[in-house]
């Protein structure tokens, strides 16, 4: 017999007198209560209840047994009711990852959510790797490509596309690309995360995909190291639109092939499980999805 139910059986006889009384306040037959309490003495090898035709009391071995079992059942309500508050109301510590680039995006949702929950601490770890969530124990990660891990949960939080453009020194150098088949022989520098690799996919203004295989001198896991390089003339970058934005509005940066748009990606909260969601994972995610509602344009100003 399950051990638990046999334990709130017993308690239940002491505290309401005998079985029968028992029974109703667990919704259970007198002979199942019996069973439960006997199952308890023979385990234990001890007889807890003297039992007459009138009453049962407590042996010594009961009286003892039961002061602990009271106390049992107490810690396990308890242990409930702090599991309940911590999945009503979010409270503990959210572990985030995010990548260097996506910092300015969550920055505003973690402000306001620990202004909103005093009770609740973030611990955000910022880099360009593949963290994993288990093993490394995060709550949760904010990233601008799908996880490799399938039996992880992703949830959208916006869309985005990338900006293919270069610097005027390296037009001046180069001359422009005027088709797509150009870039093949252009310095293409490229972030390692891309998910088709070294060939870059577009859609024409038809909606036809279109796609080229491109080479170059710079592959980095770092949009800054390659927005940088591009800057600096070394070469055309097919750009997260958010990351050049300030370059290409100001004119330090220049957009190639207009007539191409880059295929379009998502913002992804990933976390571990979907069943019995954490009250601060689940509200801070509500909350991301908010402000990346009303930042969307900032996220996608070129789409």
């Not at 927005?227 to 070469?235: F, K, P, Q």
Request: charged share 20%; aromatic share 8%; net charge neutral.
């Amino acid at each position: 017999m399950d051990r638990l139910t046999s334990l709130t059986a017993f308690v239940r006889v002491v505290d309401s007198g005998g079985f029968s009384a028992a029974g109703r306040k667990l919704n259970m037959s007198t002979t199942m209560v019996s069973n439960h309490v006997q199952s308890l003495e023979d385990r234990l090898g001890a007889r807890l209840l003297n039992r007459t035709t009138r009453k049962v009391s407590l042996t010594e071995v009961g009286q003892a047994y039961y002061d602990r079992s009271v106390q049992i059942l107490a810690d396990l309500e308890q242990a409930d009711d702090i599991a309940g508050a911590l999945q009503s109301v979010p409270r503990g510590t959210l572990r985030i990852y995010t990548n260097t680039h996506l910092a300015q995006f969550l920055s505003p949702a973690v402000v306001e959510f620990l202004a909103t929950y005093p009770e609740v601490k973030v611990d955000l770890a910022i880099g360009e790797r593949n963290v994993d969530l288990i093993d490394e124990n995060f709550d949760l990660a904010v990233r601008m490509i799908p996880s490799p891990d399938s039996s992880l949960i992703v949830r959208t939080i916006a869309t985005w596309r990338h900006v293919l453009c270069c610097s005027h020194s390296y037009i001046e150098q180069h001359g422009k690309p005027a088709q797509l088949d150009d870039l093949k022989e252009r310095n293409c520098i490229r972030h390692v995360n891309y998910p088709y690799g070294d060939e870059w996919h577009f859609v024409d203004r038809k909606g036809t995909p279109a796609s080229v295989k491109v080479t170059g001198n710079l592959v980095a896991n770092s949009g800054d190291t390659l927005r940088l390089a591009a800057l600096a003339g070394v070469g055309v970058f097919l750009a997260a639109g958010f990351l050049v934005r300030d370059e290409l509005e100001s004119g330090q940066l220049v957009r190639l092939l207009p007539e191409y748009r880059p295929v379009e990606f998502t913002m992804n909260a990933i976390y571990p499980h979907r069943h019995h969601l954490s009250a601060k994972v689940r509200t801070f995610i509500d909350l991301l999805v908010h402000h990346a509602t009303e930042q969307q344009k900032l996220i996608n100003p070129y789409s």
